[in-house]
Every structure is written in C-alpha cells, then in structure tokens.
Nanobody, 123 residues
C-alpha cells in the first residue's frame, strides 16, 4: 500500500518555474514506478512523465521534453517534477501516481494516486 500527497502547485507567470513534490508513505515506494499526470478542465487526464524505481528509465510526453524533469529520492520517499519555462497550456491539476513493475504511460495502469495539486500559468 502506498499513499501519495502532492504539493508545490501554485499560480505563476509564463516562463516561471515550479517544483512539485510527491510524498509517499508505505514500504513499497522504493520498489514502485512513479508517474506524473495532469488534467485540465474539460480534458482527459494525460501522461506527463514517469520513472522506474531505480531512476534508470524515464519517459516524457513530447510537450514537456526539455522543460520538465522527473526525479525521486527513495531515501526520502519522495518524487519530484521540476517544471521550467512554464506555459499557459501547462495549466492543470497535477497528479502523482505509483505502481509496482513497469513504467506505463496510461492512467489506468497505475494503482495509487494522490489528490492532485493545481498549477496555473498566466500569460
């Protein structure tokens, strides 16, 4: 069992940066792949980035490549999403998710979810 709590969202201007955190509780976080998804109003939840337990494999959706970086600190049971050069189209609720085995990019493949944190980017 893994419980996830996101933090770090907020209102920023285009070009600014934010770092989201995902604090996990439970004994299996270090064995779990972690992912970030986002959902804008009226849109489906979409994949942003993921990382395997050992941090050796990452995937990003094309629209954030070169701007966002996913990372994790298994000793602290925490995952991060560093977001640079934010754009208005990045505005969404950002969710952290985790699962054992594999690094899928579909929301339905993830077992554990946080409650989400709002990111709003003004132009």
């Amino acid at each position: 069992q893994v419980q996830l709590v996101e933090s770090g969202g907020g209102l920023v201007q285009a070009g600014d940066s934010l770092r989201l955190s995902c604090a996990a509780s439970g004994r299996t976080f270090s064995l779990s792949s972690v992912a970030w998804f986002r959902q804008a109003p009226g849109k489906e939840r979409e994949f942003v980035a993921n990382m395997n337990p050992s941090s050796t494999t990452t995937h990003y959706t094309d629209s954030v490549k070169g701007r966002f970086t996913i990372s994790r600190d298994n000793a602290r049971n925490t995952a991060y999403l560093q977001m640079n050069n934010l754009k208005p189209e990045d505005t969404a609720v950002y969710y952290c998710a985790a699962r054992l085995q594999g690094v899928p990019t579909t929301p339905g493949a993830y077992t554990y979810w946080g409650q989400g944190t709002q990111v709003t980017v003004s132009s």
